[in-house]
């Protein structure tokens, strides 16, 4: 369990360290902030699309990849 919790702790970490690095990489080299305005539609529209993917992908898993995701 606590192997576990050590490589979770590793891969976000490492994850969390170079999201950090990127911004401050991106600032160094001048990055401008983006004024550009998008409507909620397309927010709403993106995170439906994710929700129907993941629903598809675990309803598939078993037969993609012989183990259930969920037990």
Do not use: C, E, Q, T
Request: charged share 10%; hydrophobic share 60%.
């Amino acid at each position: 369990m606590l192997l576990l919790i050590l490589g979770m702790v590793i891969l976000f970490g490492g994850f969390g360290i170079f999201a950090l690095f990127d911004i401050w990489s991106s600032n160094r080299r001048g990055a401008k902030l983006s004024n550009k305005k998008f409507p909620i539609y397309r927010d709403i529209v993106l995170v439906g699309a994710g929700v129907i993917v993941y629903g598809i992908i675990l309803f598939l898993h078993p037969y993609l990849f012989g183990v259930s995701a969920v037990p």
